[in-house]
Every structure is written in structure tokens, then in C-alpha cells.
């Protein structure tokens, strides 16, 4: 008998190529399911805000002023009234 004829190789080669077969057909189950779990809408999978606990490139944002600023403020709102009221008259 010639090596490509062997009984004995044949049916470990059927046998491996079952094998896989039946792990492929799990998987893509195992994976229809989990899309099909992930459709669902479920209040206990909701993620948390900042899960790792690290804010990259976020900065916080400065609510108190500044005597510096509480000085400059109205200065600066009364020009830019001034600036609207100018435009408003230049566009007449």
C-alpha cells in the first residue's frame, strides 16, 4: 500500500477535520450569542464613567474668579458692548 493509501492516516485525518469542524461550528454559536446579548438593552452592563480611574488631557475647569478678573470683567463686557453697538451702526 502506498502512503496515501493508508487506512490508519486516513481516519486520523477525518477524525482531526470532524474535530475542527465541531470548534468552528461552537465558536460562531459562541459568537452569535454574544452579539445577540450585546443587542439587548440591560440597566446592569451600564459602564462607568472614567473606568481606569485616569483623566488624560482633561483639565478642570476654574469656577472662581480671580480679584484680577472680577476687576477686568466689566471693563472688558462694557467694550464689547461698545464693539455690538459699533457694528450694529456700521451695518446701517
Known amino acids: 500500500m502506498s502512503k496515501k493509501n493508508n487506512l490508519a492516516k486516513r ?3 477525518y477524525e482531526f ?3 475542527r469542524e465541531k470548534q468552528e461550528k461552537i465558536k460562531k454559536e459562541q459568537k452569535l450569542h454574544a452579539k445577540k446579548n450585546k443587542m439587548k438593552v440591560d440597566g ?4 462607568k464613567k472614567g473606568g481606569s480611574g485616569f483623566q488624560v488631557g482633561k483639565r478642570e475647569v476654574k469656577t472662581k474668579l480671580t480679584a484680577l ?3 477686568r470683567l466689566p471693563r472688558q463686557w462694557s467694550l464689547t458692548n461698545e464693539h455690538v453697538r459699533l457694528a450694529s451702526y ?3
Not at 44 to 47: C, E, G, L, N
Open 11 to 13: 481516519k486520523k485525518q
Open 17 to 19: 477535520d470532524l474535530q
Open 69 to 71: 478678573l472680577k476687576l
Open 44 to 47: 446592569s452592563d451600564k459602564k
Open 90 to 92: 456700521l451695518q446701517r
